[in-house]
């Protein structure tokens, strides 16, 4: 039986979590506090490639959250890190100008243009998706590229609703191509092993708290840490029942694990 009291690093998903779109959720700053009185540490872990972690550290001081780079690991640096040893010629970056901006300073030999040493297609979640990326992806895939993704999310939340994410955009290109991705990211357990090696904190000391069970909770199963269900976001009590993959706990919000920690 895990014990969340005990956890000293804390693994945030953000959308959904913490906030959704520009609003974030009541008691999240306090939350944060909390971890660091108890002398722990929290890691904003996120799926979402579309955002360099400059963006990101943009984006929360605007809601009033100060954050570092030491604060972040994103789908995008396990996807560095997972294709560094690959020794690949050249990766077609098929996502955002953020995106392809964090895949060139990682010296990652990145394109976007079609040619003739491109061997493997890298697709991240692209809120900038034109048809000719599609285009590009399907004529890569059928000449037999290699094939990865950052991340299987089906959808990001919005304050409208939700939005095709990368995990859509793999199943348009399977269906016209019968081609699937290597995905990084949750639910693999690599962003978890890669946060409990960069802070020196246990599985018994680790807690992941998101609100999708097939990418965060699942990502918590499979690091076997401690794994927490937020109904703030995507997922709801519905989807839990039909789930085969079960969290170690469920609470309504951030507010409220505050008040159970304490």
Not at 3 to 32: C, P, Q
Not at 51 to 66: P, Q, R
Not at 72 to 82: K, N
Not at 103 to 113: C, H, M, Q, V, Y
Request: charged share 30%; glycine share 6%.
């Amino acid at each position: 039986m895990k014990d969340l009291k005990k956890s000293k690093l804390f693994l945030l998903d953000m959308d959904g979590t913490i906030y959704l779109d520009n609003d974030l959720f009541e008691g999240v700053t306090d939350f944060l506090a909390h971890i660091k009185t108890l002398g722990g540490k929290y890691l904003f872990l996120t799926n979402n490639s579309s955002k360099s972690v400059t963006k990101y550290i943009e984006k929360l001081k605007n809601l009033g959250i100060a954050a570092t780079e030491d604060d972040f690991l994103t789908s995008t640096d396990a996807t560095i890190v997972y294709l560094k040893p690959k020794n690949y010629k050249k990766i077609y970056a098929f996502g955002t100008v953020s995106f392809k901006e964090q895949l060139k300073s990682a010296k990652l030999p990145i394109t976007d243009n079609l040619e003739d040493d491109i061997d493997c297609l890298l697709l991240g979640f692209d809120t900038e998706l034109t048809f000719k990326k599609l285009e590009d992806a399907c004529i890569l895939l059928n000449r037999g590229v290699d094939f990865v993704a950052t991340n299987p999310d089906l959808v990001c939340p919005t304050w409208y609703g939700s939005v095709p994410d990368c995990g859509s955009v793999s199943e348009m290109l399977f269906n016209a191509t019968k081609r699937r991705p290597k995905f990084i990211g949750k639910p693999q357990p690599e962003m978890a092993l890669l946060a409990m090696k960069k802070t020196g904190f246990t599985r018994e000391q680790t807690a992941l708290i998101g609100d999708r069970l097939y990418t965060d909770i699942a990502c918590g199963v499979n690091a076997d840490i401690t794994s927490v269900f937020v109904l703030s976001g995507e997922g709801t009590l519905d989807d839990l029942k039909k789930s085969k993959t079960k969290p170690d706990f469920v609470f309504k919000n951030i507010k409220e694990i505050l008040e159970f920690i304490k």
